[in-house]
């Protein structure tokens, strides 16, 4: 009985770690997770838009530090413990949600069962089931209270292109016919179409660069720091002895979450929808290891620039 105690504990823990790889299966440039910066608005939502009407995950890795600046007002939504990532929502939901599996095979282990009372991996399967219910359940709600607690922000109108229909897309600047809201944080920016193409442009060829391990060229597309972090995953991809190839990168939808400037920078968060084909290949014989199909990814990026300059890549963020 104990041997099958045993058994079923290491099955149950063989299905967390599963869920746990899954969840970290994306090899694109940025798999990282939510990183970069976004200068005072670092630790703020984006806006939601049509292309991402969810809440972004916060952003995890950063240089900037939370301050009483980037912190304030929007702290309820920008505190990333709260209904943070990972595999049951992370924070207090996750932790808790964690805690009383931990408990339950504990007391499986020891002869207990599932909790004491409870039996057999089928109570484990039902309790992950009644748990990612209340995750979901929770997460709209907050959802919810966010959009209705949300302050209302000046808009600019975006001109609409000829000839761009619902499905055709000519490029970001013709997918901009709404409204797009002005960040909570410093100077409203008016951006033109001119800009919207260079966010589409910077989508590929940030991509390209990242596929071709080639850090000179993710310089010039790229913030010091988003280069770094993309360092560090080309670096881990060679220790395991991949690499990572990202083609057929085409933007679907996109939309304009904030423009702002604050200490002689613009900034702008977009929504993007692209489509790629994601695959990782050893480095020694070019097999596929993972990947190789087309697929679709929905996250905001930020883009930022000095006054005059061109725009770089300074923050990604996972939809």
């Known amino acids: 009985m104990i041997r099958h105690r045993w058994l079923i504990a290491l099955a149950a823990i063989a299905t967390v770690f599963i869920f746990v790889a899954a969840d970290h299966a994306d090899a694109r440039a940025g798999r990282g997770g939510s990183m970069g910066s976004r200068g005072g608005s670092t630790f703020s939502a984006p806006r939601a838009t049509p292309t991402a009407p969810s809440t972004a995950a916060p952003i995890q890795r950063s240089t900037t530090q939370p301050n009483a600046a980037t912190t304030g007002a929007a702290g309820q939504a920008a505190r990333p413990g709260l209904l943070g990532g990972g595999l049951f929502g992370g924070g207090m939901l996750g932790g808790l949600a964690a805690g009383f599996i931990g408990a339950g095979l504990f007391g499986m282990l020891f002869g207990h069962g599932m909790f004491g009372g409870m039996g057999g991996f089928a109570s484990i399967l039902g309790l992950l089931l009644q748990i990612g219910l209340v995750i979901v359940v929770a997460r709209l709600a907050f959802a919810w209270w966010q959009r209705r607690n949300a302050p209302s922000y000046a808009t600019q109108a975006a001109s609409p292109v000829p000839g761009a229909g619902p499905q055709a897309f000519g490029g970001l600047g013709s997918m901009f016919g709404g409204n797009a809201p002005a960040a909570p944080a410093g100077e409203p920016?008016?951006?033109?179409?001119?800009?919207?193409?260079?966010?589409?442009?910077?989508?590929?060829?940030?991509?390209?660069?990242?596929?071709?391990?080639?850090?000179?060229?993710?310089?010039?597309?790229a913030t010091p720091e988003m280069v770094?972090?993309?360092?560090?995953?080309?670096?881990?991809?060679?220790?395991?002895?991949?690499?990572?190839?990202?083609?057929?990168?085409?933007?679907?939808?996109?939309?304009?979450?904030?423009?702002?400037?604050?200490?002689?920078?613009?900034?702008?968060?977009?929504?993007?929808?692209?489509?790629?084909?994601?695959?990782?290949?050893?480095?020694?014989?070019?097999?596929?290891?993972?990947?190789?199909?087309?697929?679709?990814?929905?996250?905001?990026?930020?883009?930022?620039?000095?006054?005059?300059?061109?725009w770089l890549l300074s923050a990604i963020q996972q939809a």
């Open 189 to 221: 920016v008016t951006l033109d179409k001119a800009d919207y193409d260079t966010f589409e442009t910077l989508l590929a060829d940030v991509q390209a660069a990242y596929s071709a391990e080639d850090l000179s060229a993710l310089r010039g597309k």
């Open 228 to 310: 770094s972090y993309f360092a560090e995953e080309l670096a881990d991809n060679a220790s395991r002895g991949v690499i990572n190839r990202v083609t057929d990168v085409k933007l679907l939808q996109g939309d304009l979450a904030e423009a702002w400037r604050e200490n002689g920078h613009d900034y702008a968060t977009v929504a993007m929808r692209f489509a790629l084909t994601d695959t990782t290949v050893e480095r020694a014989s070019g097999r596929t290891v993972e990947g190789g199909s087309m697929g679709e990814v929905t996250e905001l990026w930020t883009f930022m620039r000095t006054r005059g300059g061109g």
